[in-house]
């Protein structure tokens, strides 16, 4: 089978560092790039970051960085010695000029800088408990052409908004979190759809998925996850 362009990021959330290990072990797969997602959860507990300077091969560092400016600036340049972080994440609330502000400091360090939309939690009845009164759909369009004008590289999005995303901007590159395999529960998510759908339904470069594949059996979540994109 030829490697698939498509990307399958595993979000690791949590802070045990041989349940890392074993995570990424298990993982692995010729066919499809599998890249190791860490969180708050793991970079900022005791040896977090500590495993991350030493680590070998290529990761996504989900930080969701949203502050003023100078303060996202010093932010992403605090992680420039993380040389194994290929991609990081800066949140679209933060505003036009913060992103450029820090896709400019990243480039620095030849990270790859993708903006947060609407997390895959909320829902239309959540935006507007919030003080949103567009749909989500308005609302992730306008921040991902923020998120272009920005430099990014790519877009955060559900499944839902990633078609719509890649039709009015086909060259960004479009992570779609919110991912469960066939029959799994939604947990805390409201905006969920299967691997499948969101890589060629909806067209989405990337997934993240994380519970579906790591709880439990890892080895045969992932065989399962394999099968199902390869139908």
């Known amino acids: 089978m030829k490697r698939s362009k498509k990307i399958v990021f595993v979000a690791i959330d949590t802070s045990d560092i041989n349940q890392v290990k074993k995570i990424i072990q298990n993982t692995k797969n010729s066919n499809y790039q599998i890249i190791p997602k860490f969180g708050h959860q793991f970079f900022y507990s005791k040896n977090g970051r500590k495993f991350l300077e030493k680590f070998k091969g290529i990761y996504f560092l989900d930080l969701k960085i949203m502050d003023v400016s100078n303060t996202a600036m010093n932010a992403i340049d605090s992680i420039r010695d993380l040389k194994g972080c290929r991609y990081t994440t800066v949140h679209a609330h933060g505003g036009l000029k913060m992103m450029k502000t820090v896709v400019k400091k990243a480039r620095l360090s030849k990270k790859l800088i993708l903006g947060v939309t609407i997390l895959t939690s909320l829902d239309n009845k959540s935006i ?45 590159f479009v992570v779609t979190p919110g991912i469960r395999l066939p029959g799994d529960k939604k947990d805390d998510q409201s905006r969920v759809v299967t691997p499948r759908d969101a890589l060629f339904k909806y067209k989405a470069d990337a997934i993240v998925i994380g519970r579906s594949l790591t709880r439990y059996n890892v080895k045969r979540n992932l065989k399962k996850l394999i099968d199902h994109l390869n139908k």
């Open 128 to 172: 507007k408990e919030i003080g949103h009164t567009k749909t989500i759909n308005q609302l992730v369009l306008k921040q991902a052409g923020l998120i272009k004008k920005a430099g990014c590289f790519g877009v955060v999005a559900s499944a839902h908004e990633s078609k719509l995303i890649k039709k009015k901007y086909k060259n960004l």
